[in-house]
């Protein structure tokens, strides 16, 4: 697709991804990880949760390595352990969730956010490959991010009750999850995965941090605050490098290698 053709908000290419098996199968284990994120959401701060989100990438550096035949430099794995490394420390230094709920109107606003990620992801179509990957893997993650933060919101999560119903954040969470789905399977198919996957990484950890820190009361334990500054940042920063690996090699590069 040429800069400037259709958008980036693209449900077509959705449907059709949803009726091939691995997209289906890969969208069964998300929602098993997003339950699983949703209960850590409830456990443990926001930062501890982006960080562990965002080194998920270490994961897939190592099983695309094994299913792409590709071999993973010295480098690349002191990447990979120097990112568990920085989850061990994130882990040790976080601190109690922060029970606050921010400043009134907060969720409304995140169901604002969101609105805007479609807009984004509508604005992205009409950019050229580079930036159309970037942006829409930004919004993406802006749109997890988005969920990280309206989970907190939703207290207690009981569908029984009516004012689970009347909470913002319940659709916050749900417009956000879903404008992240539809913006990073569009990313993925129209431009560099690395671009998009790195884009998604910033976009889903460093405003829900800030977020949690700031508004909702997110701590560390006593004297341990630079260890989670440093844990996140190394964290963040080994996730980007190693976004890489959800790159296939491109048909150039795999006759290269053959010969």
């Known amino acids: 697709m040429e800069a400037g053709d259709g958008s980036g908000v693209d449900a077509v290419l959705l449907l059709r991804a949803a009726r091939q098996w691995r997209y289906l199968a890969g969208i069964g284990l998300d929602s098993l990880g997003f339950v ?11 930062y501890v949760v982006a960080a562990a ?8 550096g190592v099983v695309s390595a094994w299913l792409l035949s590709a071999r993973l430099s010295s480098a690349e794995w002191t990447a990979v352990a120097v990112v568990c490394g920085s989850l061990a420390m994130l882990g040790i230094a976080a601190g109690p969730e922060g029970s606050q709920h921010g400043p009134a109107g907060l969720g409304w606003g995140l169901l604002g956010v969101a609105a805007a990620v479609f807009v984004v ?3 992205a179509g009409r950019l050229g490959d580079g930036p159309r990957a970037l942006a829409l893997g930004l919004a993406s993650g802006t749109g997890f991010g988005v969920v990280e933060i309206s989970v907190r919101l939703v207290d207690p999560i009981d569908p029984t009750k009516a004012a689970f119903y009347t909470n913002p954040a319940v659709y916050a969470a ?47 334990r006593d004297g341990l605050g630079w260890m989670v500054i440093a844990g996140f940042v190394v964290a963040v920063a080994g996730a980007m490098v190693l976004a890489r690996f959800s790159e296939a090699p491109s048909p150039a590069k795999s006759g290269q290698a053959a010969t």
């Open 36 to 46: 699983l994120q949703v209960l850590a959401l409830r456990l443990v701060p926001i």
């Open 53 to 60: 989100l965002a080194a998920s990438i270490a994961v897939t």
């Open 121 to 123: 992801g509508a604005a």
């Open 174 to 220: 749900a417009a956000g999850g879903a404008a992240g789905f539809l913006l990073l399977t569009s990313a993925l198919n129209r431009g560099s995965v690395t671009t998009a996957v790195a884009g998604m990484v910033v976009g889903e950890t460093i405003a829900p941090a800030l977020v949690g820190v700031l508004w909702l009361g997110d701590r560390t």
